[in-house]
């Protein structure tokens, strides 16, 4: 099974800066797209940011201008570089990975794995 593990989380004041890592880890063939998700208390979990393994790059509206997704296609990798956070970015940020996993016989599974998710904590 795929791991995906995010980092970086914590606190910051309004209009700061925050840098997430996702690091995608096991018997990977390749990734096809890999993103981050938020959830907030009481809200729905929505879409932060996405990016696909030839680089094209799908926002959320609110976060649109502020906050930047990339990826390191070798080492498995995604960021989410936040600026100018606002307190309504306050949530639990979750990192996905779109999979294509090797199985033990050679075969192919394709799958989306979730990270536990990191802290973001903004005050204002």
């Known amino acids: 099974q795929v791991q995906v593990v995010e980092s970086g989380g914590g606190s910051a004041q309004s209009g700061a800066s925050l840098r997430l890592t996702c690091s995608a880890s096991?018997?990977?063939?390749?990734?096809?797209?890999m993103g981050w998700y938020r959830q907030a208390p009481g809200s729905e979990r929505e879409l932060v940011a996405d990016?696909?393994?030839?680089?094209?790059?799908n926002y959320g509206d609110s976060v649109k201008g502020r906050f930047t997704i990339s990826r390191d296609n070798t080492k498995n990798m995604a960021y989410l570089q936040m600026d100018s956070l606002k307190p309504e970015d306050t949530a639990v940020y979750f990192c996905?990975?779109?999979?294509?996993?090797?199985?033990?016989?050679?075969?192919?599974?394709?799958?989306?794995?979730w990270g536990q998710g990191t802290q973001v904590t903004v005050a204002s």
């Open positions: 996905n990975a779109d999979v294509v996993e090797i199985g033990d016989f050679g075969d192919r599974y394709r799958y989306v794995a």
């Open positions: 096991g018997s990977i063939s390749s990734i096809i797209s």
């Open positions: 990016m696909t393994d030839g680089g094209k790059t």
